[in-house]
């Protein structure tokens, strides 16, 4: 079956110890994202890649790494969490280079929470 | 000005209502566009592509507007199964998906 995996889907922690969610799929594509939801302001982009060792900026992305090593793996890293990234976190993938001529298929989601 | 802009709403409405919701966007190099569906704190689906000459799937109509740079969706006869948040998206160049902040929809018996 096609599908984005991503864990944990829950996570609560404290502000300040590093974390890194996890994000695969199966389905062969060069382009990966990670979004952020936050009620009112919709889905922002942190960062992007469109393929392995290639990765850029988003709309949002202070507070956060990624890496893309392989194809099917794009984590995203919080070296230092903060209270203000508390947010229901969304991982993509879409097979055209660009990310944006092909549907984009996201995981399940992650609520983290930083206390 | 933002790249993609919608309405927030929500959208009330009884069931068997037609109901209609638009996106616009700002930069006319824009290519690809879509409507996705959300429910909450799930994570987003495609709905369905749009394309200039119009497409329909079922009770669903997309069309774009080049001229006017907006996209919008019909929902015709609504079921209480139709609420949830229509997010547009819309690809600017570097041709990067952007996703407006979406438009809630609900629909009562």
């Known amino acids: 079956e096609a599908q984005v995996t991503q864990n944990p889907r829950y996570l609560i922690t404290v502000t300040g110890k590093k974390l890194t969610v996890t994000c695969s799929q199966n389905?062969?594509?060069?382009?990966m994202s990670w979004y952020r939801q936050d009620p009112g302001l919709g889905l922002r982009q942190i960062y992007y890649?469109?393929?392995?060792?290639?990765?850029d900026k988003g709309d949002v992305p202070e507070g956060y790494k990624v890496s893309r090593k392989e194809k099917r793996n794009f984590p995203l890293i919080l070296e230092s969490p903060s209270p203000n990234q508390t947010s229901l976190y969304f991982c993509?993938?879409?097979?055209?280079?660009?990310?944006?001529?092909?549907?984009?298929?996201f995981g399940q989601g992650t609520r983290l929470t930083v206390v | 000005r933002k790249e993609v802009e919608q309405d927030p709403g929500p959208f009330n409405v009884p069931e068997g209502a037609t109901v209609a919701f638009n996106c616009t966007y700002s930069?006319?190099?824009?290519?690809?566009f879509f409507w996705y569906r959300q429910d909450c704190r799930k994570e987003p689906k495609l709905l369905m592509s749009?394309?200039?000459s119009g497409n329909e799937d079922g009770r669903f109509t997309a069309q774009l507007n080049r001229a006017s740079q907006y996209i919008s969706l019909l929902i015709r006869d609504s079921k209480l199964s139709d609420s949830a948040t229509y997010l547009c998206?819309?690809?600017?160049?570097?041709?990067?998906?952007?996703f407006g902040r979406g438009t809630s929809l609900i629909v009562h018996p």
């Open positions: 998206v819309v690809t600017p160049p570097p041709y990067i998906p952007t």
């Open positions: 930069n006319s190099a824009s290519q690809s």
């Open positions: 749009v394309y200039s």
């Open positions: 389905m062969n594509h060069e382009y």
């Open positions: 993509a993938s879409s097979s055209s280079p660009g990310g944006g001529g092909t549907e984009a298929f």
């Open positions: 890649s469109m393929n392995v060792e290639v990765t």
